[in-house]
């Protein structure tokens, strides 16, 4: 996707849109990468710093990504990534 230099339009929804094709591409996507790519291709008005120093993903690409998965997409607590669901996980978007 190029960078988008209109950043005014961009919705969270779009945001969360680009998070899932990564996934269905490349099978993840971890924090890191996510908070410096949508940097990159939408601005920073998606992303945060948590207290901590931590990249973060704000609020409300969160919850439009959440939308869009429903329960096929896996959020590894362990890895901080996402990733497609597995036979194997438990119930539950969140796995260890």
């Known amino acids: 996707m190029p960078e988008n230099n209109n950043p005014d339009k961009v919705t969270s929804s779009d945001v969360a849109a680009w998070m899932l094709s990564v996934i ?3 099978g993840e996507l971890t924090q890191n990468n996510a908070f410096y790519e ?8 998606f ?4 207290n901590s120093g931590s ?11 959440k939308k869009l998965t ?3 997409i896996v959020w590894e607590r362990g890895e901080k ?3 497609k669901r597995e ?10």
């Open 70 to 72: 429903d329960d096929n």
């Open 47 to 50: 992303t945060t710093i948590t």
């Open 55 to 65: 990249p973060s993903i704000k609020g409300g690409v969160l919850t439009a990504f």
């Open 87 to 96: 036979f194997y996980d438990g119930p539950g978007r969140e796995q260890p």
């Open 24 to 26: 269905q591409e490349r």
């Open 38 to 45: 949508i940097n990159k291709q939408f601005g920073t008005g």
């Open 81 to 83: 990534k996402w990733r």
